[in-house]
């Protein structure tokens, strides 16, 4: 289908393919990987024609159609159903001319050539498929211009999907789609009957719905067969093998040039040092460096603050129209790690509005700790972010007093270098902007941080980078991702937002992929109730792990509020507090301790049920 024989391309006087080289055969559906700025959406454009390499060639079966997602569907008065029928141009072609046509030969040729592209299914194939992408009927019957860019973009992904290409280009095609729409779209990636190539970073979708791996390194191209976790790992064997031979080789010529130097000088022992010299000479050295590492992401530890952080008792919240969330009656621990589950345009966003304080509740009450401090990460980051300045003046801004060489230091800390460190924000790349935002909210060392979709432009090393970074982060993460492999990794809480409430989710990521796939109909993509079946031994102990993760943490709380109370014990027996000259130390200790004592109560209260669930589960 697709042969790339020792291209080679420069884009703005940067080398991005060096003699590359793949292949690519009929029916692969193959994930694109590599760092981000690496060239992965130029490769794209190089198969699609739109430039031409300096050397080498790119070449694409003859005759095979090539599709690739536009920057958005049109904005216009056509339904979202007509515009992606559109996309068929054969199809639309073939009706058009069927309309008019009298010769009895064509006629009879139009209808067998609509029956060979299965013409008659074709409204059902296109409804299935934007019902997949979170478009239920009546959304389907609206015009493509009352819709905002980022859904007119599932539009058009919807569209190449329908239209079938024989070559299927989708870059980054996760990143407008929410955990649904992903997973309807790795089942359909899986079953592409033609070529698909798909760049992403969500490490799901590599293992999920590809079976081989394009990697774009250091100007080459390496296919491996395979998901993304065996791509991964035969890189580290490679990695580790040719580690060990460059070591190897190091040590071998260490050892030959000191028997040189040793004995250069002796007449007994000239000939054989300019023997060993020549060997010396004639060892070409192993041409291999790993990747530099990304650069880590970093979240102080803030102080420790008695739970909660905050309280919800019955809020609602909306902008000024009815209520999008009713009567939410939750509560967030400092140790919290909850994901945030649920459909686009359900209210995941507007919570976590509500709870950063960006958005008041319209009734009910939101008790936070005064002293807390929270960070939050914007999905759209210029709305966080000030058009035309650098991110130096960014960060001056929140730390005024400190010289310009402490702020250059605290971004070269989060990636970001001096080399665009001075650039406006609207320059930055969307990593780039993600890596400052993250350096922004975390200047304080909030108590809670926030993050609504912080992976959508990053690549698999930053991603796991940030995982790493949160685990490490010892204060509460509520977390907004359509990339499960981060929710796991960094959640052990999960609260599905749906039908205007927020309510805890008994079940882990897998059991949420089932539900969403078990509630998808191919048609409509209205929810079903699936059947109750006997559940085995293994579903059973699959069942009971997030209960039981949920008593550990309640046990675990208890445990950490008891050490607090201890700590704060221990202090107050001590005989030089009432000899200090501030009386207001004890009140201080004494306040705090209050506050424990309440929040160990609660705690315990917590545990107990969380114990009585699991207990009640197993007795079933």
């Known amino acids: 289908m697709l042969t790339i024989a020792d291209m080679s391309f420069t884009l703005a006087g940067r080398r991005l393919f060096h003699a590359a080289s793949a292949r690519v055969p009929d029916g692969a559906r193959v994930g694109v990987v590599g760092r981000n700025g690496a060239g992965k959406s130029t490769l794209f454009r190089l198969i699609e024609g739109a430039c031409e390499p300096e050397q080498g060639a790119v070449t694409v079966r003859a005759g095979a159609r090539i599709g690739g997602v536009a920057q958005e569907a049109p904005a216009t008065r056509d339904s979202l159903l007509d515009t992606v029928l559109k996309a068929d141009v054969e199809r639309a072609a073939l009706l058009a001319e069927a309309e008019t046509a009298t010769d009895a030969h064509r006629i009879a040729d139009i209808q067998t050539r609509l029956a060979d592209i299965d013409a008659h299914s074709a409204e059902a194939r296109a409804a299935a498929i934007l019902s997949g992408l979170g478009f239920d009927a009546a959304a389907q019957a609206r015009a493509c211009a009352e819709f905002s860019g980022g859904w007119r973009m599932r539009v058009a992904l919807a569209a190449v999907l329908f239209a079938r290409p024989d070559l299927l280009l989708l870059d980054e095609p996760t990143n407008y789609l929410d955990l649904e729409g992903t997973v309807w779209l790795e089942t359909f990636l899986a079953r592409y009957p033609a070529t698909a190539l798909v760049i992403s970073h969500d490490r799901g979708l590599l293992n999920r719905a590809v079976d081989a791996i394009l990697a774009l390194e250091g100007g080459r191209l390496t296919l491996t067969s395979g998901n993304f976790d065996t791509f991964d790992r035969l890189r580290r064997e490679r990695a580790a093998q040719m580690q060990a031979a460059v070591a190897k080789q190091a040590a071998e010529r260490a050892h030959i040039q000191k028997f040189v130097d040793r004995f250069r000088a002796k007449a007994s ?7 060993r010299l020549k060997m010396l000479e004639r060892m070409t050295p192993i041409a291999w460096s790993a990747e530099a590492p990304v650069a880590p992401f970093r979240f102080p530890a803030p ?8 309280a919800l008792d019955g809020a609602s919240v909306g902008y000024g129209g009815p209520p999008i969330l009713r009567n939410l009656s939750l509560r967030i621990d400092p140790d919290d790690r909850i994901a945030l589950l649920g459909a686009n345009g359900q ?7 509500l709870i950063s304080g960006r958005l008041a509740p319209s009734s009910g009450t939101v008790s936070r700790s005064s002293k807390m401090r929270i960070g939050f990460f914007a999905q759209h980051q210029l709305d966080e972010l000030t058009e035309g300045e650098t991110p130096i003046q960014h960060i001056q801004r929140l730390k005024p007093d400190e010289k310009p060489a402490q702020l250059r230091a605290r971004l070269g800390a989060a990636g970001i270098g001096a080399d665009i460190a001075a650039n406006p924000v609207e320059t930055l790349s969307g990593g780039q902007k993600a890596r400052l935002l993250m350096a922004l909210m975390t200047l304080d060392a909030p108590h809670m941080v926030i993050l609504d979709e912080p992976t959508n432009h990053l690549d698999m090393e930053s991603r ?17 991702s359509h990339d499960p492999y981060l929710v796991e990794a960094v959640a052990d809480r999960l609260w599905l937002v749906k039908d205007g409430a927020v309510r805890p989710f008994e079940g882990d990521m897998d059991d949420y992929r089932a539900l969403l796939l078990g509630d998808r109909s ?3 993509g209205a929810a079903r109730p699936a059947a109750k079946p006997k559940r085995t031994a293994a579903e059973k102990r699959r069942a009971l792990a997030p209960l039981k993760a949920e008593a550990a943490a309640c046990e675990d709380r208890v445990r950490a509020l008891e050490a607090m109370k201890a700590k704060i014990d221990a202090r107050l027996a ?3 507090l009432y000899t200090d000259a501030d009386p207001a130390r004890f009140e201080t200790l004494q306040i705090k301790r209050a506050e424990i004592v309440d ?20 007795a079933e």
């Open 599 to 618: 929040g160990l109560a609660r705690a315990e209260d917590l545990w107990l049920a969380a114990q009585e669930r699991l207990e009640a589960a197993e």
């Open 464 to 480: 796991e980078a940030l995982a790493l970074a949160l685990n490490d982060y010892p204060g509460a993460v509520i977390l907004i």
């Open 269 to 275: 022992k000239a000939k054989q040092a300019q023997s």
């Open 347 to 353: 209210g995941k966003s507007t919570f976590a509005k």
């Open 522 to 524: 191919g048609s409509g």
């Open 303 to 310: 102080e420790e603050l008695a739970p909660p952080l905050m």
């Open 574 to 576: 001590d005989p030089a």
